[in-house]
């Protein structure tokens, strides 16, 4: 029998938290490519927070998905045909090519990536969109300085993880905010943050405990009673990088918000950022200092592998409940 192409589309959108009915998973031909078109076989799908807002018609900063679509995402694969000088089969690349096991698309939209450097899971998540986040939020708007504090939400994420390490390879005391015992200690046994605060437990407390001198850096990928904790603990001159607020995907409607008059009267600089506005242009030069981070053995990360494209609705609904432990990407095969 020939292989199909399994695919996971977006049936409905999603009211609050997403449910299983929200997707649909369907067998289709594996596509014929187009001439200028590379046939690609996807090994590792990531799974991202993002998703979410692709998922609702309401105003962003990018389309959603449509109604009946292939979900979007970012996977990694081999190239099985192509119809373009400079991919050949059995070339690894790296793509946004959907939840979908086969995918044709023009080369514009493809790197190739050397499968010797690294783990190909890891090109979707310390080397890939989430590490290459960390990476261009702290350079252009984190800017942390040896000695300071930086605090780090979701510090065992994908994002988190990165940052945190990156702080302290750059000299800086580095806390991070995780759910639960097991995740603060990965964030301070194997990533070698200094402390890392249970947001599930008394964050007031906790937080002048780690931090007796205030937040210089405060990297935001939470929001809700997090951002409120850490909001007034900020120093004069402090940098917010707001680069998500997971907490407040699902809501249904604006939860209230912090008391931004502080950040006039500290001066602070509160600047959101998307990385593909700036990232994808800077790739090789994050990947060449990641990869040299690695190989010294200064760069830990953690993954959560699921097995099985079918999973992946499963999966995200946990993601965002905070069930993974990792950078959460599925395994196609
Ligand atoms: N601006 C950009 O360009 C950009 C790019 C990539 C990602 N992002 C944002 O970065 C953030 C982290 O993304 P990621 O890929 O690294 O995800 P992740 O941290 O690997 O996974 C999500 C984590 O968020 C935490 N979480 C979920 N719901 C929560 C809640 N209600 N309250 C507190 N924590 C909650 C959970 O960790 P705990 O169990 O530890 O709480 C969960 O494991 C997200 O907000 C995402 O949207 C932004």
Request: one cysteine or more; aromatic letters at 6%.
């Amino acid at each position: 029998m020939a292989e199909t192409n399994l695919q996971i589309l977006l049936r409905r959108r999603p009211q609050g938290a997403p449910v299983a009915e929200d997707f649909e998973i369907v067998e289709t031909p594996v596509p014929q490519p187009k001439p200028g078109e590379v046939l690609v076989r996807a090994q590792y799908l990531s799974l991202d927070p993002y998703m979410r807002g692709r998922m609702s018609d309401a105003k962003s900063y990018s389309a959603p998905v449509a109604i009946g679509a292939v979900m979007e995402g970012q996977t990694a694969g081999e190239v099985v045909a192509s119809d373009v000088p400079g991919f050949a089969p059995g070339d690894t690349v790296l793509g946004g090519f959907g939840w979908q096991r086969y995918s044709s698309v023009a080369p514009g939209r493809l790197f190739k990536i050397d499968p010797g450097e690294a783990p190909l899971s890891a090109s979707l998540g310390v080397l890939g969109m989430p590490g290459l986040t960390a990476w261009v939020g702290l350079e252009d708007i984190g800017q942390p300085k040896p000695g300071e504090t930086v605090v780090v939400s979701a510090a065992s994420g994908a994002v988190g993880q990165v940052v945190g390490q990156i702080a302290r390879i750059r000299g800086c005391k580095v806390v991070g905010i995780a759910g639960g015992a097991k995740k603060c200690e990965f964030v301070t046994e194997v990533l070698g943050f200094d402390a890392c605060i249970d947001h599930r437990g008394d964050l007031d407390a906790q937080l002048d405990a780690a931090c007796p001198n205030g937040i210089d850096v405060y990297w935001e990928n939470v929001g809700g009673a997090v951002q409120r904790a850490v909001f007034p603990r900020l120093n004069d001159h402090a940098r917010m990088v707001m680069c998500g607020m997971i907490a407040e995907y699902n809501d249904t409607s604006p939860a209230p918000g912090p008391n931004l008059m502080s950040a006039v009267r500290k001066r602070l600089r509160i600047q959101g950022f998307i990385v593909s506005d700036s990232g994808w242009p800077r790739y090789p030069q994050f990947r060449t200092e990641l990869l040299g981070h690695m190989a010294s053995g200064r760069l830990a990360w953690r993954e959560d592998v699921v097995e099985g494209l079918r999973q992946a609705p499963q999966a995200f609904i946990g993601l965002l409940k905070g069930e993974n432990f990792g950078k959460l990407v599925v395994k196609i095969d």
